[in-house]
């Protein structure tokens, strides 16, 4: 498999919370993984907020964060385009996606174009989810819907 790991699943890999043990998997699974490059900056932002938040301590947020950039040399990294960008106003409008989310689509539709095969998005995002699917993304888990609405 080749996945595209949005924020919301990359953060899960760090931090333990509903959905890690899926994202394990999916990592297991993938012959290459990818993202694009404001990732960075999101799974950082996420970090901080989860010490804001309370919902992790300093000392585990730095470690998570610590571990993430260790694994960022790995990673697929997908750069923000003049392409990109375009392709992600387009989603924006279609689907409604909110700015970043859109970018994530972007990235991915771009990849699995350039690629000529099918990419996998890992995401725990409703939204970026359905819009996957409906741009003709594999997407992963493939039960987030029906797990988080029931």
């Excluded at 498999?1 to 919301?8: A, K, N, Q």
């Excluded at 953060?11 to 694009?36: D, H, N, P």
Aim: glycine share 4%; net charge neutral; with cysteine.
């Amino acid at each position: 498999m080749i996945s595209y790991f949005d924020t919301s699943a990359l953060v899960k890999r760090y931090a333990l919370e509903t959905g890690s043990q899926a994202v394990y998997e999916a990592i297991a699974a993938s012959r290459l993984a990818g993202t694009v490059l404001i990732t960075r900056a999101e799974v950082a932002a996420a970090f901080a907020k989860a010490i804001r938040t309370a919902t992790l301590t300093t000392d585990e947020a730095v470690l998570c964060l610590s571990r993430f950039r260790g694994d960022w040399p790995r990673l697929v990294r997908l750069s923000v385009s003049e392409a990109t960008v375009a392709r992600a106003e387009q989603q924006a409008w279609q689907s409604g996606l909110r700015g970043y989310d859109s970018v994530h689509l972007a990235a991915a539709l771009l990849w699995q174009e350039a690629l000529g095969v099918a990419v996998t998005v890992v995401t725990y995002d409703r939204a970026l989810w359905i819009a996957a699917a409906q741009a003709g993304l594999a997407n992963y888990p493939a039960d987030l819907i029906t797990a988080t609405s029931s």
